[in-house]
């Protein structure tokens, strides 16, 4: 489900439990969600990210159904977000411009490619049930900060590239959904993307699993020559 979706967006939540209702009342026996974290709860209302919360309390309400096996594939943040809903601007000269809230920082935030790295954890979640009961099974293909994704993308493309941080505040104001934007990488920076639970808590590595490509490997697919057409 797209949160994004402008039919969607807050009724994410309510949408999602009555599939899960549906679901159960057709007798399935295994169902394998989406999840992130709960951010409201873990920063204490302090930011307000809720394509992250409504996940969360998703999984938590689909916990107590009573299904015989539930599944948690938990992913980062998209490589391809880089070239579309980050998508750069192009100057006269060539040079690709980044726009991010904030301020330059080194903190790196989990990422992946979703076209190859959630099908292998599907399936092997589908094939045992048992082993990934009850667990989150976290998909990260690369830990990078922005201004190293910049880099290996100008690399890449052959190009200068550079990032133009403005005030958060300001940066609320560009497109709705924007200050929701702001306060996930204040998340990011704050808590990291999957949260500070993520290494004591129940969860599986998606690593473990395989088919998660680098940002360097998903770049030499050349896969976001489209996305910037």
């Not at 994410?12 to 989406?34: M, P, Q, W």
């Not at 493309?157 to 609320?172: C, H, L, N, Q, T």
């Not at 990291?192 to 088919?211: L, M, V």
């Not at 697919?221 to 910037?228: P, R, S, W």
Request: with cysteine; hydrophobic share 40%; net charge negative.
């Amino acid at each position: 489900m797209n949160f994004w979706d402008p039919e969607i967006l807050t009724k994410e939540g309510t949408l999602t439990r009555e599939i899960f209702d549906e679901a159960k009342n057709a007798g399935v026996k295994h169902v394998i969600y989406s999840g992130l974290a709960n951010v409201a709860k873990i920063s204490r209302g302090k930011l307000n990210v809720p394509h992250f919360t409504l996940k969360a309390e998703a999984w938590d309400y689909l916990k107590t159904m009573g299904f015989d096996y539930v599944t948690d594939v938990e992913p980062a943040a998209y490589y391809s977000n880089w070239f579309s809903l980050f998508k750069p601007k192009e100057e006269e000269d060539g040079t690709l411009v980044w726009t991010w809230p904030g301020v330059k920082k080194d903190h790196a935030f989990s990422q992946f490619d979703v076209s190859t790295g959630v099908g292998p954890a599907v399936l092997a979640a589908a094939k045992d049930p048992v082993k990934y009961q009850e667990r989150e099974i976290i998909l990260e293909g690369d830990k990078k900060s922005f201004e190293e994704c910049v880099a290996l993308v100008a690399n890449k493309m052959g190009k200068s590239a550079r990032v133009e941080y403005i005030d958060p505040k300001v940066f609320s104001t560009f497109f709705e959904g924007a200050e929701e934007i702001v306060d996930m990488v204040k998340w990011f920076e704050d808590y990291g993307y999957f949260g500070p639970e993520t290494e004591t808590r129940k969860h599986g590595s998606g690593k473990e699993i395989g088919g998660l490509l680098s940002f360097q490997e998903w770049l030499d697919t050349d896969v976001y020559k489209k996305l910037m057409q």
